[in-house]
């Protein structure tokens, strides 16, 4: 609830986190790494070139929206871990117009986005899998007390460098 400044208690307008935005250097890369942890295609948004009828995202209106030029472009997928309608999604694109380097990340506690957190069911069996497939790994599953509550723990990296935590509650 939000004090409204005349007293009133506003409920606010947001309903739910639709969808979270990884931008990424190689979209069929980053697809494979977000499939082999557990998300599905939703939508695919990829599909580029002259046979192609999708528009370009500037054609779709979203350069303004964005605040990008007025020609950019690029590749999309939005991804979910559920088919129930109301699930979060993960939004990976690969900008083609304009094309970025990835920045250089400082540590986790820099301003900014962090890390995305996914409660999964076996934390040290997705980790090995993990390490079988060479991913950057901080740790093993470490297990922590946090909020009264008891979790598994680990972070990796994706195949930009986001850092991916998983977190499995041991029931008590």
């Not at 190689?26 to 046979?51: C, H, M, Q, W």
């Not at 117009?97 to 920045?103: A, F, G, Y």
């Not at 008891?150 to 972070?155: A, L, N």
Request: charged share 20%; aromatic share 8%; glycine share 8%.
């Amino acid at each position: 609830m939000i004090d409204s400044g005349a007293g009133k208690v506003d409920q606010g307008n947001a309903l739910q986190i639709f969808h979270v935005n990884f931008n990424c250097s190689d979209l069929d890369r980053s697809r494979a790494f977000y499939e082999s942890i557990g998300f599905k295609v939703v939508n695919d948004f990829s599909a580029t070139g002259p046979d192609s009828k999708q528009q370009s995202f500037a054609e779709l209106g979203l350069a303004p929206i964005l605040n990008l030029p007025t020609d950019c472009d690029g590749r999309a997928l939005l991804l979910a871990l559920t088919d129930q309608p109301r699930t979060t999604r993960l939004d990976l694109i690969e900008w083609i117009t304009p094309r970025s380097e990835r920045p250089v990340r400082g540590n986790l506690a820099q301003i900014g986005f962090g890390r995305l957190c996914l409660k999964v069911k076996d934390c040290h069996a997705l980790h090995a899998r993990l390490v079988q497939a060479g991913r950057t790994i901080y740790s093993p599953p470490v297990l922590l007390d946090l909020g009264g509550t008891r979790q598994w723990v680990f972070c990796c990296e994706d195949p930009d460098g986001i850092v991916i935590e998983f977190m499995q509650f041991v029931a008590e």
